[in-house]
């Protein structure tokens, strides 16, 4: 374990340079990491929904992963048309 770090925090609660990220904040800082946390999001939410147990469930983890693989792939697109 790292000098310093809580063994009650996740990797998730950190930031690329080991600096912890302070709550209620998301800091997402190169397009690398975006796409990244949204390629990651994607995946645990698709494993969530191999356990569901409900259709309904299932359903709502799947259209969610769909949402963040398409923020991984278009995301800084979906960015620039906002503030365009």
Same mark, same amino acid.
């Given at each position: @374990? @790292? !000098?310093?770090?809580?063994?009650?925090?996740? =990797?998730?609660?950190? #930031?690329?340079?080991?600096?912890?990220? !302070?709550?209620?904040?998301? =800091?997402? &800082? =190169?397009?690398?990491?975006?796409?990244?946390? $949204?390629?990651?999001?994607?995946?645990?939410?698709?494993?969530? +929904?191999?356990?569901? &147990? &409900? +259709? +309904? @469930?299932? &359903?709502? #983890? #799947?259209?969610?992963? /769909?949402? $963040? /693989?398409?923020?991984?792939?278009?995301?800084?697109? #979906?960015? /620039? /048309?906002? +503030?365009?």
């Amino acid at each position: @374990m @790292m !000098p310093g770090v809580d063994a009650n925090q996740t =990797s998730r609660s950190r #930031l690329s340079d080991g600096s912890p990220v !302070p709550r209620g904040t998301a =800091s997402v &800082t =190169s397009k690398f990491e975006f796409r990244a946390h $949204h390629q990651h999001e994607a995946i645990r939410l698709r494993g969530l +929904a191999t356990a569901a &147990t &409900t +259709a +309904a @469930m299932r &359903t709502r #983890l #799947l259209r969610e992963a /769909e949402k $963040h /693989e398409q923020f991984a792939e278009f995301g800084e697109l #979906l960015v /620039e /048309e906002d +503030a365009g």
